[in-house]
């Protein structure tokens, strides 16, 4: 199978999974990213059993439009039934590395209010140690340079993002050469540098779920 073919059957599993818990008053937490949107595509299919969906995204926020499945602002809702979104890495633990896309500050938003987080990925994603995909960390514009100066002293190698504005009008910086023994720690030490918005570790916070493609089928675990 292609690793398309893989995010696809990922996606028709996670509609799957979440169809028996939706009801017409239940609002789906939607991610960012090549999978999301196989999941957008094949949520469109059952879009008359849920009332409508918060997005991680203006992309997603449009692709879900274009299917006539409604978008709500998060302000206006109460509750998530479910966030369900795509990752750069995931480790056993589910805990996550996120942000390729450069939606990771609404995707942890989105992902904090869910009552469930459902991770889907192929099986390119599945890593022991976190830190081989470089780790994107969302910035305030003018503190870029402070920002990556303080990624170094924590052993990183920040490279700025070229010609990426994130859709709350920021940078970000992929951090390069992180072996991520301890997600929780890195998470929250790179949060308290003055300047960064949040970074793609989602460990305080890991996917409950995740549904991943193999060859052999789609796998469901749980941390
Ligand atoms: C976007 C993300 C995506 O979930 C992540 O980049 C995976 O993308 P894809 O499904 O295209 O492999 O975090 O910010």
């Known amino acids: ?3 398309d073919e893989l995010k696809q059957a990922v996606a028709k599993a996670a509609v799957d999974y979440i169809q028996p818990k939706l009801d017409s008053d239940s609002i789906v937490g939607v991610g960012t990213g090549s999978t999301a949107n ?4 094949y949520l469109a299919e059952i879009k008359g059993s849920f009332d409508g969906t918060v997005a991680s995204s203006e992309a997603s926020a449009e692709r879900l ?3 006539g499945i409604p978008v709500y602002d998060l302000n206006s ?3 998530l039934v479910v966030y369900v979104d795509g990752a750069d890495e995931t480790n056993p633990a589910l805990e996550l590395i996120k942000g390729g896309g450069a939606a990771l500050t609404r995707e942890k938003i989105v992902a904090a209010v869910a009552d469930e987080f459902v991770c889907i990925a192929d099986g390119s994603k599945w890593v022991d ?3 081989n995909f470089p780790l994107p960390v969302e910035v305030i514009p003018m ?3 402070h920002v990556a100066r303080e990624l170094v002293k924590l052993g990183g190698d920040p490279v700025y993002r070229q010609d990426c504005v994130t859709d709350n009008g920021n940078v970000i910086l992929d951090v390069h050469n992180m072996a991520i023994t301890n997600p929780v720690e ?3 030490a790179i949060n308290q540098i003055v300047g960064v918005v949040t970074n793609g570790l989602f460990a305080s916070r890991p996917a409950d779920v995740l549904l991943i493609g193999r060859e052999t089928g789609v796998e469901t675990v749980r941390a």
């Open 77 to 79: 809702v109460d509750s």
């Open 1 to 3: 199978m292609t690793q």
């Open 129 to 131: 140690v976190l830190g």
């Open 65 to 67: 439009k274009a299917h």
């Open 143 to 145: 503190a870029r340079s």
């Open 38 to 41: 196989f999941f957008i595509d």
């Open 186 to 188: 890195t998470e929250t």
